[in-house]
């Protein structure tokens, strides 16, 4: 680090390198943080959290008993000198006792991307709630056909204000906040539908992923998807050219059953039949695409930031890589992947969008995007980890569990200085020692059931008695 | 030679007790050998590790264990290799090797903090081998062991939290979720003894104000108290000197005879008290058989002696107690002023008591003694009242006249429930009675005459008593099966003059009667001796009888007209008849006589229906016989020989029809067929037979029912 400040005072390398290569080494040593706790007020399990991106200062985490809070990451509410860490407590928590609170649990929460004023939440009991963060009381209220697995907003839509909503229905609807109604149902799917996420590129492109494996591209300005990923097609090679304006060529159909489909939709005139060929709606074609992205529900989906990739976690252990462009798998292998259940999760990508935070059963995995390398394993939490949300500005990683558990996850605090030390402990060690073998020899007489004195906070320093 | 220093280590850390020595040589022993040290080290630490996890009891072995910690304390990679085994240690799949792998982690996680740094980031799995708190991660067999294990488990979680919590965030957050989440019982070893003390304090803090409070109440009490105390204390003084005064007087005239010499040692001891004491020994003998002003003496002194004992001695005891108990943060001067006079005072309390009780009073006595004066007996003369009733009483005094109160004494002496007893029993009393005096024997059995005599019930048990009784409050047996049990519980007396204990039960019993017997004459000339009451099974309804079994049938045709009239005439009967048996048979005579009427004249009845019936059915046949002569003339055309036999036939058939009627007919009947089918049997006269045949149904038909065409 100093061969770089020092390199950067040269001129030798770029400002913006410097911090990027510090923002990143502490991305790489996260680990549980010691001095900060968000303390959380939930009953139960943790389903979704997200950080605003707007202020980078709001956490909004939905529990499976039907409550959402909100934590201020960055400022502190308490400090605790005991385990010496600064205690964060909520800012606010809705439950079912507001009017139109949630029923059951909250399975996905989202922040309104222009500000905090608002606040989207979908949870099993069939209900998206808009809310209104000032005076915390539903302001919108969408009914859907069955349990709301995954709510979304468009970060950078300026035309329309949709939330899009992915549930036990197959169909994937979108709600406009301006008019207070659905809007869109899009058909395609043929399972419930886990995963919903807008472009980061485009604010008419939608990718969502199902039970049924399949991850479909939409444009919400045309009927059906216009395209599914296959798990097979993986060459990405050279690019397709640009075609010229054609029914066929607008909804490019990757595979060979719908184009056979297509093919006899539009009917086959060196074939000469005599019946008319049935004519398919050009947005319903793909409908008959049944191409799987995964062998197994898609339970989480995340674009890249640059929108050029998404990354899909299916229930078939798999983490893929997409080129969204073209569609294919880049087949980057995620080492000791082990994903388990049809439920929604939440995955965590580096603001470089360099790491990937994947959490596994009881312990979140860290791997490099691009080359599937697994870097770390953070244990913790003592639950199954239901998501994971990474800091928009900062190097810091929030984590929610069944346990009850939000954990924060940073890198490591600076060295202390000698200073601090001699604060810390400035009882000559060697009487410390002589103190605490004189304890045990004590408690060692009393026996042992042993008093009061045995459970006292101790130093974290090595205490061997000298009869050892 | 690595087993030599084992034996060296196990050595090494039996002395390790003793004092420093033994660790530091083994550490200079190590340094000595450093290169192959290491290697020796992580063996011998392998062998210990498995001898202490291989036994089957639930403590290690303290020799052992130190020479465990010794070898691991010398260096860093012993404390890894000790952690490694025992973590493999901890996965073995059985509970006993895990439990005692787990106590030595306990000794080292406490001491070593690289250890501590080791296990903490392994800690999730730790606790999945250790109290196995997720369901798919079970602990091992043994069961019992397992379930040590989790408790053990638990336990040292809550103690390296507490410890160390603030340190290693992971372990904070396993006790959390442990705790919290998962709800696991920890023992709350830290709590409960802080609340324990806690309790213990408050209770002290709680006694510590009362007994200031006492203090000060006390403090402002003191010197009026004291003057009271005082004042009674000059009183018995004051009484004791007279008596000695009195007792010198008696002494002189004794001292005439040369025979006391007391007065010397008086003069010795000095001591006021004493000698006042002694001489009112000497009182006391002299003195019981005196009257006069001297009892006067004497009930006052008791009354002061009672107000001692009662009153002054104990309250003094108290202050002392509180006094010496209380911990005044100022006062302690005026505590120690108090505390020594009222030592001092009941110092004097004490003495003077002696002297009271050398005086002859005690508390026996007093107790007796005021029994005599005279208020008890009234309350004995209460209960009497009760007890026999006003005429008794009455009748009493004229019996006694003027000598009332001698009489009643000896009543009034044994307790109300004896005297019940003696009520009841009757002739134990009479045996009593016989043991006392003569007027009393008198009045006894004046007594006893009056009293009605009553079967023994729960209502004399306690009869005329006030007092009250344990109530049995737990409806069990079994010593404090439900709860508590408070034995001290009493129904009191006002309460149970409600209850059921005093009230009276009386059963129906019904009288006995004798039943007579039967007494109808049977066959071998004897009597029937069944006793039915009344209606025998074999000789009818159980009616008055003379010695030979005749019924007597007493003015049966007189009575008979009179049943209707015997309900009113009842009275006149019974006063009429010589005894009440015989009335009983005289009435059953009579009903017995109207149902034999009545049987008779059913009969009669029967009878002249019987006969009508039979003169119609005679009628009948007769109908019948005249239709069916008329029938068989009409169709019997056929020969003439038939016809001829027809009369004979018809006066052989006249008996027969009137034997058997329409039966016999009918029988008949299929033998005249027969003998018409034998004959017309030939295939040449088929039709004619045929129409015959039919001709003889129909005329069959027509004999069989006569009347119907």
């Given at each position: ?273 005599s019946t008319p060929p049935k004519r398919v709606h050009p947005g319903m074609a793909s409908a008959q ?180 | ?384 009242d009760v007890l026999i009733s006003n005429s008794a009483i009455s009748e009493l005094i004229e019996a ?310």
């Amino acid at each position: 680090m100093w061969f770089d400040l020092k390199a950067r005072e040269l001129g030798a390398i770029r400002p913006e390198r410097i911090s990027r290569k510090v923002a990143s080494d502490r991305l790489h040593n996260l680990e549980l943080s010691s001095s900060k706790d968000i303390l959380s007020v939930h009953d139960s399990g943790i389903n979704s959290l997200q950080v605003d991106k707007t202020e980078g200062r709001y956490l909004l985490s939905g529990a499976s008993d039907g409550s959402v809070a909100c934590y201020d990451t960055l400022h502190a509410s308490t400090f605790d000198p005991t385990a010496r860490s600064y205690q964060h407590k909520h800012v606010f928590k809705v439950d079912k006792r507001v009017r139109k609170g949630h029923k059951y649990a909250v399975s996905s929460v989202q922040w309104y991307p222009v500000d905090t004023g608002l606040f989207v939440t979908g949870s099993f009991d069939t209900h998206v709630n808009v809310w209104d963060t000032n005076n915390l009381q539903v302001e919108l209220q969408y009914d859907m056909p069955g349990r709301v697995y995954s709510v979304s907003l468009s970060q950078i839509a300026t035309s329309h204000l949709l939330i899009a909503v992915g549930s036990a229905d197959s169909m994937v609807r979108l709600c406009d906040i301006a008019t207070g109604a659905c809007t869109h149902t899009l058909v395609g799917h043929r399972d419930a539908v886990l995963a919903v996420q807008w472009s980061v590129s485009s604010e008419w492109t939608l990718y969502t992923g199902s039970c049924d494996g399949a991850i479909r591209f939409w444009d919400i300005r045309r009927a059906g998807s216009y395209k599914v990923l296959d798990q097979d097609s993986s060459q990405m090679g050279r690019r397709p050219p640009v075609p010229k304006y054609s029914p066929e060529s607008e909804w490019p159909v990757t595979s060979r059953t719908s184009k056979k489909l297509l093919k006899k939709a539009f009917g086959d005139k060196k074939s000469g039949m005599s019946t008319p060929p049935k004519r398919v709606h050009p947005g319903m074609a793909s409908a008959q695409n049944y191409a799987t992205a995964h062998n197994g529900a898609v339970k989480a989906l995340l674009p890249t930031n640059d929108g050029h990739f998404l990354v899909s976690a299916g229930a078939d252990s798999r983490v893929k890589l997409w080129d969204v462009e073209s569609g294919c798998d880049t087949l980057v292998n995620y080492e000791r992947m082990r994903l388990s259940g049809n439920r929604a999760t939440q995955l965590g990508l580096s603001p470089d969008s360099s790491l990937l935070f994947i959490p596994t059963s009881t312990a979140i995995k860290v791997y490099n995007l691009w080359t599937g390398l697994l870097l770390k394993t953070l244990g913790g939490h003592y639950d199954d980890v239901n998501c994971c949300e990474l800091h928009p500005y900062e190097q810091e990683m929030y984590s929610g569990s069944s346990d009850r558990k939000i954990l924060v996850w940073s890198p490591p605090p600076p060295p202390q200085i000698d200073e601090d030390r001699e604060e810390v402990c400035p009882v000559p060690r060697r009487l410390i020692v002589n103190f605490w073998s004189h304890m045990i020899c004590q408690t060692k007489a009393k026996g042992a059931s042993a008093g009061a004195g045995e459970f006292s906070a101790r130093l974290d320093v090595d205490s061997w008695s000298d009869e050892d | 030679m690595g087993r030599r220093q084992f034996g060296n280590g196990g050595a090494d850390g039996g002395l390790a007790g003793g004092g420093t020595g033994g660790s530091g040589k083994v550490r200079k022993k190590n340094d000595e050998n450093e290169l192959g040290g290491e290697y020796d080290d992580r063996n011998r630490l392998a062998d210990l590790v498995d001898s202490a996890t291989n036994s089957p009891l639930l403590t290690l072995d303290d020799r052992s264990l130190a020479a465990f910690k010794a070898l691991v304390r010398r260096s860093e990679t012993n404390v890894h290799a000790a952690f490694e085994l025992l973590y493999d240690k901890l996965k073995k799949n059985n509970s006993q090797v895990r439990y005692l792998s787990l106590l030595l982690m306990d000794e080292l996680f406490t001491r070593s903090k690289l250890f501590r740094s080791l296990l903490v980031p392994v800690f999730e799995n730790f606790l999945l081998l250790s109290v196995g708190f997720r369901s798919d991660y079970p602990l091992p067999p043994p069961e019992e062991r397992a379930a040590l294990l989790r408790k053990k488990a638990i336990e040292i979680v809550e103690k390296w939290n507490d410890m160390y919590g603030q340190h290693y965030k992971p372990l904070r957050l396993a006790y959390e979720y442990l705790k919290k989440t998962l709800r696991f019982e920890f023992p709350n070893a830290r709590e409960t003894a802080t609340l324990a003390q806690q309790q213990r304090k408050e209770r002290e803090r709680r006694t510590q104000e009362l007994l200031k409070k006492k203090f000060t109440s006390l403090k402002s009490e003191y010197p009026e108290l004291r003057a009271e105390i005082h004042s009674t204390l000059e009183q018995i003084n004051e009484c004791v000197a007279i008596l000695a005064e009195k007792k010198n007087g008696g002494d002189d005239q004794q001292e005439q005879f040369g025979f006391d010499s007391d007065e010397d040692e008086f003069e010795e001891y000095g001591a006021r008290n004493l000698r006042s004491a002694r001489g009112e020994v000497e009182e006391q003998e002299t003195l019981a058989y005196e009257t006069g002003e001297n009892a006067a003496l004497f009930d006052t002194l008791r009354d002061l002696y009672r107000l001692l004992t009662s009153r002054h001695l104990v309250s003094a005891q108290e202050w002392l107690s509180t006094l010496m108990r209380v911990d005044p943060e100022e006062e302690r001067q005026a505590r120690d002023t108090l505390l020594r006079d009222v030592i001092d005072l009941r110092n004097k309390v004490v003495k003077a008591r002696e002297v009271c009780e050398g005086a002859g009073i005690e508390r026996t006595e007093g107790a007796s003694k005021s029994a005599a004066d005279g208020d008890a007996e009234e309350i004995i003369w209460e209960e009497g009242d009760v007890l026999i009733s006003n005429s008794a009483i009455s009748e009493l005094i004229e019996a006694s006249g003027a000598a009332e109160p001698t009489e009643v004494k000896p009543v009034s002496e044994p307790t109300a429930e004896a005297n019940t007893m003696e009520l009841e029993k009757g002739k134990q009393a009479v045996i009593n009675k016989a043991d006392e005096t003569e007027e009393d024997n008198s009045l006894k059995a004046q007594l006893l005459k009056q009293a009605p005599l009553l079967k023994w019930g729960q209502f004399l048990e306690r009869w005329g008593s006030d007092r009250a009784i344990p109530a049995n409050n737990r409806g069990l047996e079994f010593e404090n099966h439900w709860g508590k049990v408070d034995y001290d519980v009493t129904i009191p007396a006002e309460k149970l003059a409600e209850s059921s204990l005093n009230l009276r039960a009386v059963y129906y019993s019904a009288e006995k009667t004798e039943i007579p017997p039967c007494l109808a004459p049977l066959r071998n000339g004897g009597l029937c001796q069944r006793r039915d009451l009344k209606r025998c099974p074999f000789h009818g309804p159980i009616i008055p009888r003379d010695s030979t079994g005749k019924p007597l049938e007493l003015e049966k045709p007189a009575k008979l007209p009179e049943v209707s009239k015997s309900s009113e005439n009842t009275d006149e009967l019974t006063s009429t008849l010589p005894s009440e048996p015989k009335h009983e048979e005289l009435v059953q005579q009579a009903i017995a006589n109207v149902r034999q009427k009545d049987e008779e004249f059913r009969k009669k009845v029967l009878e002249d229906k019987k006969s009508v019936r039979r003169e119609r059915a005679k009628r009948a046949r007769e109908h019948n016989e005249a239709c069916l002569r008329a029938a068989a003339i009409g169709t019997t055309s056929e020969g003439l020989a038939e016809a001829f036999g027809q009369d004979v036939m018809a006066a052989e058939s006249q008996p027969k029809k009137r034997r058997g009627g329409l039966a016999a007919l009918l029988r008949k009947k299929p033998t005249v067929k027969d003998r018409l089918s034998r004959r017309l049997l030939s295939g040449r006269v088929r039709d004619a037979t045929a129409t015959q045949l039919a001709r003889d149904e129909q005329a069959a038909y027509r004999e069989s029912f006569p009347n119907q065409w």
